[in-house]
């Protein structure tokens, strides 16, 4: 009875702040300096080994030259560097100098995010590296033009967008990843002594160094501009249809050839795919919509907080049914208000939606608020102890991810309820990405799917069914050959990761060619581009540091030990059982 009087109160808060302008304090500054060492976050408030990565100092250059001298002056004085944005939205520690810290540089573009400019005769912008995405996109259709791929957060940096892989969904004209829009960039890569030990590099679209550049990790040089192509403006017309699953697996090919940004949430545990119709239309078509994505949207620290509280209880309690009531309200949300789609910029009142694409193709109104607003946040910002969570982002070949389906089907089948845990955030993220030249994107037509699920506050701490979400990473990543994407994920993901990309060596090339002294490198970017194992410490599987091959890289002690996955059985997953000679 309280936990239905809670989510009555719950849904009431919900409904009004999607109808009440609600502004949230802004996120927290990635960077924070005391007298003698600097600490480097991400937006979660947590590394995927929750270890923190200091370093000795940070800059902040203003202009191109600034930030050339900075390189400079770390390649001069043999410093590790590495560049964080303003927004510093990457799950992995792909910006961590150092583990040392004493010998390491920060370079921030927090304050190189002013220069955007429009060539609307060749179709194209151009834009520092620190500049958010929004503020190019908001420029760019003031112009009358419109960018046509965006990842679907728009917390990030046109130089760490790109630089990661950052995606939205299209396997229409270059495609959903917005490095396949990239005609040229400007990068700083190290110089000898008569070059000033730093130098700007100009690659254009025609320069083969192009592909290298574009998906950098941020292990090549240190990117200060990025050349961006355009098409004349237009608006995008969307409908939401929340369906019955049961031919997921035959329908998403064709679906994504049919609309033009379209993709699939797919709710396991709930029999229920909700399928994205959503087309360009012409400038002229009525509808002034915008897209609020709920997730993305400002909640009430009040309701942030609530919601981890019911989460921790769940867990704590083994209570499969408290997660699926929360996936059931949840789902029943999202269908009322089309997961945030408004028609007049304030309300939902029927489909299609139809709106400016810059004001449809990606979303994160959370990001934006008067400092003196103290009520409302982002609902994983760390300072408010809201959601707390991992994303899991696995990228298949087309032809192979209708198996994947049928498999994690039988997964479910076992017990649908085990998948409240992943339906309640946003159960499968279906999207679509072309083949690009890219030497660390995808070689061919690609499927990527994201989920998440709970994380809990100590490392040490199992997970309610956290066997079921490790069988589907492990059966993506290792049975299909998924490709992890660069910016999110668990380390184990990345394991063997370079036998995934046919261009790998070639990247490896430019790497040695343009940063011979591994300058730009660290043991963390390292981890990741190779695919390095974890050190097998105790309950190092918990947290996707290592797959368990004995159960003390689960936690015996509370009952979670290494077993066979059900499915798949050569996953090795932790699972509660009361005995380790039990399933």
């Known amino acids: ?5 809670w989510l009555l109160g719950f849904l009431h808060l919900l409904v009004w702040g999607s109808i009440i302008l609600v502004h949230s304090i802004p996120p927290p500054d990635p960077v924070q300096c005391n007298r003698t060492i600097c600490t480097l976050s991400n937006s979660y408030g947590a590394w995927g080994d929750r270890k923190d990565c200091s370093v000795k100092s940070v800059v902040y250059p ?3 030259e600034e930030l050339r001298s900075a390189v400079a002056h770390a390649n001069k004085n043999k410093l590790k560097v590495k560049v964080v944005s303003k927004f510093s939205h990457t799950i992995p520690k792909l910006a961590c100098p150092s583990s040392l810290g004493h010998d390491s540089l920060l370079i921030s573009t927090e304050k190189y995010d002013s220069g955007i400019e429009i060539d609307s005769v060749n179709l194209a912008v151009t834009a520092d590296a620190g500049v958010a995405l929004g503020d190019v996109i908001d420029k760019v259709e003031e112009a009358g033009l419109s960018l046509v791929a965006a990842p679907y957060w728009e917390g990030v940096s046109v130089a760490g967008m790109i630089s990661t892989g950052a995606h939205g969904s299209s396997w229409w004209g270059k495609g959903g990843a917005v490095h396949d829009h990239v005609i040229g960039l400007s990068m700083i890569v190290p110089g000898n002594e008569s070059e000033g030990y730093a130098k700007v590099k100009q690659i ?9 550049a574009k998906v950098s990790l941020g ?12 098409e004349r403006g237009f608006k995008r017309s969307i409908t939401y249809n929340f369906t019955n699953d049961s031919s997921i697996e035959n329908n998403f ?3 994504g050839k049919k609309y033009e940004f379209g993709d699939i949430t797919w709710y396991p545990s709930k ?7 959503d087309s360009r239309v012409p400038m002229d078509t009525p509808g002034d919509g915008i897209n609020d994505f709920l997730g993305f949207q400002s909640n009430e620290i009040l309701i942030s907080k609530s919601v ?3 989460e921790k209880l769940f867990e704590s309690t083994k209570s499969v049914n408290g997660e699926c009531t929360l996936a059931d309200t949840t789902l029943w949300y999202k269908k009322q208000i089309a997961n945030g789609l408004k028609n007049n910029r304030q309300i939902f009142t029927g489909y299609p939606v139809v709106g400016r694409q810059g004001k449809m193709q990606t979303s994160g109104s959370c990001l934006y608020s008067p400092k003196t607003r103290i009520d409302a946040s982002c609902a994983w910002d760390p300072r408010i102890k809201g959601l707390f969570f991992y994303e899991s982002t696995a990228i298949f070949t087309a032809t192979k991810f209708g198996d994947f389906i049928k498999d994690v089907k039988k997964l479910r089948d076992l017990k649908p309820e085990n998948f409240c845990g992943i339906d309640h955030y946003n159960g499968f993220m279906i999207r679509y990405i072309k083949a690009s030249k890219a030497y660390l994107g995808q070689s061919e037509d690609s499927i990527v799917v994201d989920f998440n699920y709970y994380r809990a506050d100590e490392a040490s701490t ?10 589907v990473e492990q059966m993506a990543f290792f049975k299909y050959g998924a490709r992890p994407h660069w910016a999110k994920n668990r380390n184990l993901a990345f394991l063997k990761v370079q036998s995934k990309y046919l261009n790998f060596n070639k990247f490896i090339a430019v790497k040695k060619q343009l940063d011979p002294e591994n300058m730009l490198s660290s043991e963390w970017s390292d981890e990741i581009l190779f695919g390095k194992e974890g050190d097998g410490s105790d309950g190092c599987a918990l947290e996707g540091l290592c797959i368990c091959s004995e159960d003390r890289h689960c936690s015996p002690s509370k009952g979670y030990f290494c077993k066979p996955g059900l499915v798949y059985s050569e996953a090795r997953v932790c699972r509660y059982s009361p005995s380790s000679s039990n399933l």
Request: proline letters at 2%; hydrophobic letters at 40%; zero cysteines.
């Open 253 to 255: 090919m064709e679906h």
């Open 1 to 5: 009875m309280y936990y239905f009087r």
């Open 204 to 212: 254009g679209a025609q320069d083969q160094l192009l592909n290298a």
């Open 62 to 64: 203003t202009t191109e």
């Open 308 to 310: 981890r509280a019911s």
């Open 271 to 277: 029999h229920t795919a909700v399928y994205r119709y």
């Open 219 to 230: 292990i090549l040089g240190v990117i200060s501009k990025v050349k961006l192509s355009l």
């Open 462 to 471: 199992p997970r309610l069914n956290q066997d079921v979400m490790e069988e």
